[in-house]
């Protein structure tokens, strides 16, 4: 499954930020700043067509560079781009 993302939309600092980044957080880096809210590694990886728990393991990779916050719920997860 594919995820069509319009990059001349993008902001300029999240650009640059996704250029200093290897290609598999890139890719999961701006489609988490695209969905605009917070998001779980479940959806994201519908999106991009990964498997959900390497989604997970690469949003928290993100949080743990600053890219990223977590948000807790009761049982869910969900992260967000830090913007």
């Keep these: ?7 001349e939309k993008l902001p300029r600092k999240v650009l640059e930020t996704a250029v200093k ?6 890719k999961i880096y701006i489609t988490l700043y695209c ?7 479940k959806e994201i990886a519908k999106k991009l067509g990964y498997a959900r728990a390497y989604v997970h393991m ?3 990779q ?22």
């Design 1 to 7: 499954m594919t995820f069509n993302i319009d990059v």
């Design 58 to 60: 690469r949003l928290c």
């Design 21 to 26: 980044l290897n290609d598999t957080l890139k």
């Design 35 to 41: 969905c605009g809210e917070p998001t779980t590694p």
């Design 62 to 83: 993100l949080e743990c560079m600053n890219l990223a916050k977590r948000i807790e719920e009761e049982k869910r997860v969900k992260f967000e781009a830090i913007k």
